[in-house]
Structure formats: structure tokens, C-alpha cells
């Protein structure tokens, strides 16, 4: 997946949603599968790569999909269970995550794990008072992980301060499907690790085909 491209339509999405309703659905319900391939014409973000080709999806609009960046514990650089806000200066590995709901792009906002006040240049978060072993610093679901760290994905849910669990992800309360790097997840999704590379899916409601892989930035 090319990630200029990734960030052009997350971008354009993000734009599209500055204007929506408050009074979209929360919770989602189990649907068919999508037809054989999906318009991007749409303004929609990126989703699954199916085969060789990309494919797109719109993000979702509402409250429900406009997820805010941090809960309490993070906005006054508290402790989130074992994790902690350092400062933090030393290069950083990645991996990637992708949520989807009734179809729909729920996007991942830059600015997860990095502790106020932020300083900013465009759709991107440079930096902070300080960060947690998890953070995102833009808005394509690229995570930045703390080399050493042995992280699963109910910390990036906890520092991100949204639910997650075998029937909730964030504001949507249906049966999970998780993926990692394509395959699916047999147990709890919190209990997934997040390691170097790995391509995180996760989905409530219509069936969207996961991708296994994702076009990694080079370390800074």
C-alpha cells in the first residue's frame, strides 16, 4: 500500500468529516459482504489492499467515528496502567492498524499517546510535553512503538482512552473480528500483540477482506 497515497485520502476524509451530523448510529450490526470492489471516488479513506490492487472506503461520519486522540490519564501525562509518559528521544519502531465499522473507515487520529501540549505541523504531531510506549504522530494509522516494549493492542486502547473488547470497539458494540498480518485473531482482541511490522485489522458489522501487508516508513 503506498503511503502518500494513504495519507492523501486519510486527509481528505478527515476534511470531509469536519462537517458532519451528531447523530449518526453507534452500534453496528453483522452484515453481508461487500461487492468485489469498492469506489475510492467517494472521498473515502483507504482500507483493505484485496490481491494486488488497493481498495478504498469512505470513513464513517458522526461522533461515533470522530474518535478524540486522548482520554483524561493522557491529557495530564499520567500513568496508563504500566505504561508511562517519558520523554522520549530514541528512534522507534512500527506497525500499522486499521479499524473498520459497518463498512465504514473509523479513522486512527494522529496524536494518541503524546501528552499535551502539542505541537503540531499540518494533519501531523510532532511532539509533546512527553509520550507513552504507543503514539501516533499522523493520521494513517502508522504507530509508533517504544523499542524494548512488549505492547499488545489493549494498550493502544488504553492510552488512546477508547473501549476495546471481544464485543466493543470504541463507540460501536458488536461482535469484533481482529486480523493480524491477515490472519484472524482467535481470542481477545486486547491480548494481540504489537510488535515490529505487524498489520493490526480490526472490524465490527460488514466483512471488509483484511490486508497482510503495509508499506513501512523508514526508522527516524
Known sequence: MDRVRLLAAVLAAVVALAGCGAGERR????????PA?????RGGAPAAQHGPWPVALPAGRGPAFRLPARGAAVAHARAVGRLRCLADRGARVHAHVELFAAGLVVPVPPGIGIAPPLRR???YVRGGRCSYAVRTSEPTGLLEL???ARLTLGDLFAVWGQPLGPRRLGAFRAPVRAYLDGR?????????PLTRRAV???EVGRFIPPHARYRFPPIR
Open 37 to 41: 470492489s469498492v469506489s475510492a471516488a
Open 200 to 202: 493490526v485489522v480490526l
Open 121 to 123: 505541523r499540518g494533519a
Open 146 to 148: 517504544r523499542r524494548g
Open 27 to 34: 452500534d453496528a450490526t453483522e452484515r453481508g459482504a461487500p
Open 184 to 192: 484472524r485473531w482467535p481470542g481477545d482482541p486486547r491480548t494481540m
